[in-house]
């Protein structure tokens, strides 16, 4: 029903293409992530999505309609401002309040909606607040109960915990997340760390100079990267260049080192053991590998040592480009 | 030692500076407003300017029709005036918020220069302007519009577009920088939440710029109740305000009691305007 479809999709700003042929097919309830860096078009995907910025090329069908014939004030679709946004001129209960008091729902029915967002959000008892007397984490809430007021068909934020520490943000993934299961709401995640990325999606849209690089679960993200921008933005610094061929992958903990056998040689140039983790940096011809395993479960070797370097094939995948 | 000398040196210094700035405030402020106070009991005297005494018919004489509906009528057109200036300015300041850099630059340079000329040089162009030969009139019977033609001023109207005028680059400079910096997205996400375009004007940016725009119109509303030669260029007789009858009184009439009396009294109601109106607004903010 609230099944979103956005096809060959293309939003350029002047001579500058912003969007470049963009396809994603989202599942009613589904969690997307956009995951990118600066300026890869994360933020115009939203903006099209809301009807904020019109479109050049392409579709965005949800369930069945046209949105880009809808306008924005018409779409009902909640969006979280990576500014936040909220109305400074209004109080916390008239910030949720205000969509629901311009549609005209009657006062007793606003009332009891603006309680039961503010409880969902954990912020019950704070509604005659004025919205510059909150905490940063606060203001988050606010604005994510505001966006939930209308009970919008699809769910955009757009960097939402950028501002906030390490903590809150842990704190407030979670709860965006429980906050998302129970409504089983159709949501656009953006986000630029990867972390978050995977903490909080069903799928990931890994995204590059506006087009989109792979979209896959978490998991597979990071087992499969299905290119090297994809490998690296995701953290795998294995990238393993071989003559004539495409360069393969390997994660670092599936590195294994031996004193002789098969394998690659290399040169061992620093080493660290992070509590349980015994992490290596191995000089292979030009290039760095990293290597990781569990301290005490290989064997031991001293800085400057000779090492063959191999893998399991099943753990090592090529790369397109 | 040297040290906690050190640390009393800003307090001399901050002393100092406040009791220059007193004595600034005390010299050009105070006393003037002191002597013009003493002088409104003066009684006049035709052949020189006023004689000692202590009389209240300076006073007495305000409440005569005149000297009243003269200070009603300068308390609604700067009113009028302060709102009009106002209710013009923002609307374009948002607009031109919204152009691309150097359409802004040259927006902010041509008002930069609307407030390098004068308050006579406007008059005049404006007189000009409306003009039954040269002016507006003019133009419109050339192009068919207007078969007897008549000059616009001095009129009311006249006046008040001379007063709009002369505060228009005032306001709209005073506002850009808060409006050119706003967050944009709040405009959006009241979109987004379900408000049309065409109204996000009046539910988001009107009151969001409140707090801005109130005092800017009681600024302008003191503005105005000073601006002297609009209303002698562009009003008629019956329009001129109180600060024109003011120095009709004390130059013309070389009545210094009757002028500084009236001046007395046009204070008084500025600041109960003005406290009156900072009352209302406080008890409306949440
Ligand atoms: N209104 C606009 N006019 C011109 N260029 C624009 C406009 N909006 C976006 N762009 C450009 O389009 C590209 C994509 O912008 P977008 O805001 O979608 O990036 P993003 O992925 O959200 O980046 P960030 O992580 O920095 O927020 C950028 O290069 C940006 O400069
Ligand atoms: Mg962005």
Redesign the interface.
Known sequence: MAALTISNLRKSFGTFDALKDISISVTDGEFICLLGGSGCGKTTILRLI???ETHDDGQILLGSDDLTAIP????????V???L?????L?VGDNVA??MR??GFPAAKITSEVSRLLNLVGLSGLMDR?VAALSGGQQQRVAIA??L??QPQVFLMDEPFSALDAALRDQMQEEIKRIQRDLGITTFFVTHDQREAMALADRIVVMNDGKIEQAASPEELYTRPATRFVAEFIGINNIIARDGQMPIAVRPEALVLGASGDGISGKIMRQRRLGALLEREIKVGGQTLFQSEIAGSGVSFDIGAEVMVSWPDEKAWALPA | MGAARMMRMPSYGSRLISGLAFGVMAVFFVVPLIFMIVVSFYQPDPMGFYKVDFVWENYAKFFSSFYYTVSLRSLYSSALGAVLVVAFAFPLVLFVSDLSRSHQQFWIISLLSLMCLSEVIIGFAWLILMSQSAGIPGFLEWIGLWDNPRSLSPSFGAMMIGLVFLGFSIVALILYPSVSRRDRSIEEAAVTLGTPPRLVFFKILLPTFRASLVPVTLTMFVYMLGVFVMPTMLGRPKDWTMTVIISDKALGDANLPLGAALAVVMLIVTVLVLIASAVLTRRRTP
Not at chain 1, 74 to 79: C, D, E, H, L, Y
Not at chain 1, 85 to 89: N, S, T, V
């Open positions: 809301a009807g904020l924005c004030h018409k779409r009902n679709i909640g969006m401002f990576q500014s946004a909220l109305f400074p001129h109080n205000y969509g311009l549609a004025s505001r966006a007021a209308l």
